[in-house]
């Protein structure tokens, strides 16, 4: 089992930037992907961003170029870099872990408790 905590959310500025946290504990080495979701008020959650354990890294179109995710295996840690915040950017943020290819919410399928991103002037 995996249990993942956020930290870094609040209130910014548009143009401004934020740093998510995640970090993770448990069977922690068993994570093959991690990953942050973002929902915003009547919208589908979608990917934000995702990390391999390899340390290859894909983005959503609409963060390319200004968002960064990161993975500190050691520190049993990734982080969401948001740069250049866009009030369009305003969601829930999310942190996910995966045991494997197959997901299964609370056995191979972790979220956390989510963090408030508001951009906002």
């Known amino acids: 089992q995996v249990q993942l905590v956020e930290s870094g959310g609040g209130l910014v500025q548009p143009g401004g930037s934020l740093r998510l946290s995640c970090a993770a504990s448990g069977r922690t080495f068993s994570i093959y992907d991690m990953g942050w979701y973002r929902q915003a008020p009547g919208k589908q959650r979608e990917l934000v961003a995702g990390i391999s354990s390899s340390g290859s890294t894909n983005y959503a179109d609409s963060v390319k170029g200004r968002f960064t995710m990161s993975r500190d295996n050691a520190a049993n840690t990734v982080y969401l870099q948001m740069n250049n915040l866009k009030p369009e950017d305003t969601a829930v943020y999310y942190c996910?872990?995966?045991?494997?290819?197959?997901?299964?919410?609370?056995?191979?399928?972790?979220w956390g408790q989510g963090t408030q991103v508001t951009v906002s002037s």
């Open positions: 996910n872990a995966a045991l494997g290819r197959v997901r299964v919410v609370g056995v191979t399928d972790f």
